[in-house]
């Protein structure tokens, strides 16, 4: 049995306006308000994509800083809104992240409305393997994000990651298996999701 099952994409981007314009543009379809981060000074945009959902994320400019990195390395994001991050969930949190890689982080309780939730931070906000490594979180109770967005038609069908580390296949083989998710190797790091819309397949 996995360890972590996909949940949700992170695209990240410098202001939620670009970041909407782009995903929107790419995809077809509009994105619904998400809401705010305090612990981590960021807010967000979301989309349904059946079983998981989409994220897009940008500091919030009139929230005060975190007094710590942020969260999916956003302090250094720079240039055009584009997939960053991919974030894995758990029913045991701890049991994952012995399983995973070193430098995944350690859980913050964090929450908001009635969402509940632990994600492993590592403290500069650099995940391993340059942020390919997905981040781990656990919900607690039965409220998540995903079957409250109006779904538009629209499902994850491929996962690439792009990655000069050898041992990055045989870290994410320890803990999922997930036929979504290929691991290519490159001479660079990159995330690309191809999503199947009611427009045909589109990639971020």
Do not use: K
Not at 85 to 103: E, F, H, S, V
Not at 108 to 125: F, H, K, S, T
């Amino acid at each position: 049995m996995d360890l972590i099952a996909l949940d949700h994409l992170a695209v990240s981007c410098t202001t939620l306006d670009e970041g909407r314009a782009a995903v929107e543009a790419a995809l077809g379809v509009p994105l619904q308000t998400g809401g705010e981060h305090a612990a981590f000074g960021t807010h967000n945009l979301l989309l349904g994509l059946d079983d998981l959902y989409l994220e897009v994320i940008a500091i919030n400019p009139a929230a005060p800083g975190p007094g710590r990195p942020r969260w999916f390395d956003m302090d250094r994001f720079r240039g055009l809104p584009r997939l960053t991050n991919w974030i894995c969930r758990t029913d045991d949190l701890p049991a994952a992240l012995a399983a995973a890689p070193p430098g995944c982080g350690a859980p913050i309780a964090l929450e908001r409305g009635d969402l509940r939730w632990q994600m492993a931070v590592p403290g500069d906000g650099i995940l391993p393997f340059a942020n390919l490594f997905p981040a781990l979180i656990q919900w607690h109770g039965s409220a998540h994000p995903a079957p409250r967005l109006t779904q538009q038609g629209c499902t994850l069908d491929r996962l690439v990651v792009e990655t000069p580390y050898t041992d990055l296949g045989p870290a994410l083989d320890a803990v999922l298996s997930d036929p979504r998710v290929v691991v290519e190797p490159s001479s660079r790091t990159a995330l690309h999701a191809r999503v199947q819309t009611p427009h045909g397949a589109r990639w971020l």
